[in-house]
């Protein structure tokens, strides 16, 4: 797999000091960034394996500065691709060199909190953690949370859909958006949602979460808080084969029991993330599970002793119980470390994500070992074991001529065995670069003309983030052609579009 990119527009590339000029008289100050060495920090998202330094940076402050960017891009034809805190594992805010970057760091409060409706309402700049932190006061929090929580913030949590290790009960980012204020790439301002949980019409916010930049320029967004859970507690559980970890995690769900979070990590992740946090892991064992389960204490404590005696049977060598939450608190550390960790045994590793039926576990775990042995590369697992959201970290050094490369089809391999297997693409990463031409292992050409219609809907001229998520761009107007040709066959009645 490699990474191929729209041909820079040598004409905007000449522009530049213009367009530089015209931003600079949107975003007066230091909103405008234009200088090659000012500009290396943005040449990559999180998939540092890609780089490209953008034609300029602009940082709005405000709405109205958004808006006026976009609608100066949109009339002379400026490529856009927004950005947030960078924390993007797919290439989903990778850079053009013919495009304006827009960095939406400086939209940073939180707007309003409203325990009695439990909403809050933020910017997209707001970090995912510090929603949490807003509200925890009042014993409420934010239920999606990625690993990189403390980082990335919630626009990018909705452009790629995130979820977290407690994504199994309370959803991912869809599950916990209510509404968006939205920027078109023609400078309207529109609200979607709202702080109902059912509003009238088109569920146009559904098309909005997880759309990757593609389709507009979220500048606010409506969350749900909860309130914090009376009790929770987390089980450490130490199996000696991955089968019987993933046997014990299909027996919980199959029991009715829906865990806060359960995650799965295998023996190289675990001695990395012991190493790094100290989390008090076992290291004589090949599979660990963190189990949490929360809610009222004695609904709690029953079901504690329901994930033991299950653990148990499927296996478990060894079982321990979180005493109180700062034990609880140092169980998820070792996992949310567990990317970090890697760079202790790795030079360099390359993250994945695809999802696959719980069931297919064990499989699709032995084919991943016989990848590994194929392509002469590591691998740790690290994974949302609940809802079978993998996270193969493969393990190179790309100081060493072909590495990456391989690396890079080693990933293309497990991404093509999800989806044989029954799952898809990805789980919370995106799409973006990382498995754009990989798309069509998973869908027809007439999903994803489908899918492009969608993105022409919103941006005809197809300027915002153009080279992520669809392996050939069709111009609109050809996919124009191909619907009214396709309704004149099979609806002669049907008016045209």
């Known amino acids: 797999m490699s990474l191929v990119m729209p041909l820079p527009d040598a004409a905007t590339i000449a522009r530049r000091g213009e367009i530089a000029a015209a931003m600079r008289a949107i975003v007066p100050g230091e909103g405008v960034i234009d200088d090659d060495d000012a500009l290396r920090p943005y040449e990559s998202d999180a998939l540092t394996a890609y780089r490209q330094p953008p034609l300029l940076v ?50 940073n409060r939180v707007l309003d909190i409203d325990y009695a409706d439990r909403v809050a309402v933020v910017q997209p700049g707001v970090t995912n953690l510090a929603i949490t932190r807003a509200v925890e006061g009042a014993g409420f929090y934010y239920a999606p949370d990625p690993s990189s929580q403390i980082a990335c913030t919630i626009g990018g949590n909705v452009a790629e859909n995130s979820g ?9 980012t869809t599950n916990n958006v209510l509404g968006v204020e939205l920027v078109t790439i023609e400078g309207e301002v529109i609200r979607l949602g709202g702080r109902g949980l059912e509003p009238a019409g088109l569920d146009l916010l559904g098309l909005i979460v997880g759309s990757e930049g593609l389709l507009g320029v979220v500048t606010e967004v409506i969350v749900r808080i909860l309130p914090r859970p009376e009790t929770a507690k987390a089980l450490l559980i130490g199996f000696d084969s991955v089968e019987g970890a993933g046997r014990c995690v299909a027996e919980i769900i199959a029991g009715g029991i829906i865990p806060a979070g359960m995650e799965m ?29 929360d809610g009222p204490g004695a609904e709690c404590t029953h079901l504690v002793g329901e994930v033991e005696a299950i653990a148990r049977r499927n296996g478990a060598v060894s079982l321990r119980t979180s005493a109180n939450d700062d034990e609880r608190a140092a169980f998820w550390a070792g996992r949310k470390a567990a990317f970090p960790a890697a760079g202790r045994i790795s030079p360099d590793y390359y993250c994945m994500d695809g999802t696959i039926p719980r069931r297919r576990l064990p499989e699709v775990l032995a084919r991943m070992r016989e990848l590994s042995e194929q392509y002469g590369l590591g691998v740790i697992n690290v994974f949302h074991a609940g ?40 789980g919370e990463h995106g799409v973006g670069v990382e498995k754009r031409d990989l798309m069509p292992e998973m869908f027809s050409e007439v999903d994803l003309a489908h899918q ?10 197809l300027l915002l983030n153009p080279g992520k998520m669809f392996p050939q761009l069709h111009r609109c ?21």
């Open 265 to 293: 990590m295998d023996r190289p992740a675990i001695h990395a993330a012991e190493a790094f946090v100290n989390a008090g892991y076992p290291l004589d064992v090949e599979a660990l599970l963190i189990v949490e389960l």
């Open 452 to 461: 492009q219609r969608v993105k022409c809907a919103f941006d005809p001229e």
């Open 164 to 172: 977290g290790v407690h994504c199994l009960k309370y959803g991912l």
């Open 477 to 497: 107007a050809e996919l124009g052609r191909m619907h009214v040709h396709r309704g004149e066959v099979a609806f002669p009645d049907l008016p045209r579009f």
């Open 58 to 107: 602009v940082l709005p402050e405000t709405v109205e500065q958004v808006a006026a960017v976009l609608a100066w891009c949109h009339k002379n034809r400026v490529k856009v691709v927004p950005r947030g805190a960078g924390t993007s594992l797919s290439g989903g805010a990778l850079p053009l060199a013919d495009a304006v970057l827009l960095g939406m760091a400086k939209f």
């Open 387 to 426: 809802d079978g959201n993998l996270h193969p970290l493969i393990l190179y050094d790309a100081n060493q001529p072909g590495q990456l490369e391989k690396a890079e089809a080693f990933g293309a391999d497990i991404v093509r065995l999800c989806v044989a297997v029954g799952g898809v693409l990805t």
